[in-house]
């Protein structure tokens, strides 16, 4: 299975703990799409486990459910932690790969943006963690009405652009802003290569 779309299905947390059983035996995934499912911190918890097996992911998309602050923030720094290198994945004989640290080179779009519990603070948090995402082409974070990034989380969004040479979208609707905040995620985004 190359791509999973489940989305506008109520599938709620019990689908979604359901189904984080079966998706480390799914490792070629490259798609999961989740959103509008009616989950919540609770499903996205089992889900965080399933994902280390999905070395192939490419594109996963939470938006538009109930995540908060601690699901949201729990989810991205699970994409983007290290792992080490199993000896497996070496060519036979070649042992030097087997504890390098590297990062998620793989994952390209993620959407987490509406989610009705995630919050300024915890959008902050996220913004602090996806420079580790290198290959992202895609991220979408609107905010759920009056979510506010603080001066100090659009200066950490604004120095994240530069580590994501790849990005070509970047969707900010609905988050409002300080003046220099803003100014600092604009000349960021005005001075990367790739960004539309």
Avoid at 16 to 22: F, G, M, S, T, W
Avoid at 30 to 36: H, I, M, N, P, T
Avoid at 116 to 141: C, D, E, M, N, Y
């Amino acid at each position: 299975l190359i791509k999973l779309d489940i989305s506008e299905n109520n599938i709620g947390d019990p689908g979604l703990e359901y189904l984080a059983v079966i998706l480390p035996c799914l490792t070629a995934m490259k798609a999961l799409d989740l959103s509008s499912t009616g989950i919540s911190d609770r499903g996205i918890s089992a889900l965080v486990k399933a994902l280390p097996h999905l070395v192939e992911l490419q594109v996963l998309d939470v938006s538009f459910n109930n995540i908060g602050d601690s699901g949201i923030v729990s989810l991205v720094r699970t994409l983007c932690q290290p792992s080490s290198l199993k000896t497996d994945q070496n060519p036979p004989g070649d042992k030097g790969l087997t504890t390098a640290p590297h990062y998620n080179t793989t994952l390209q779009e993620l959407y987490i943006g509406k989610n009705r519990g995630v919050t300024g603070a915890g959008l902050g948090r996220v913004v602090q963690l996806i420079s580790t995402l290198p290959a992202l082409t895609r991220l979408h974070i609107p905010g759920g009405g009056g979510t506010h990034l603080s001066d100090t989380a659009a200066m950490a969004l604004a120095e994240a652009l530069p580590r994501l040479p790849a990005l070509d979208q970047l969707d900010l609707l609905f988050i409002s802003m300080e003046p220099a905040g803003f100014q600092a995620v604009m000349q960021a985004a005005e001075e990367h290569p790739t960004l539309e």
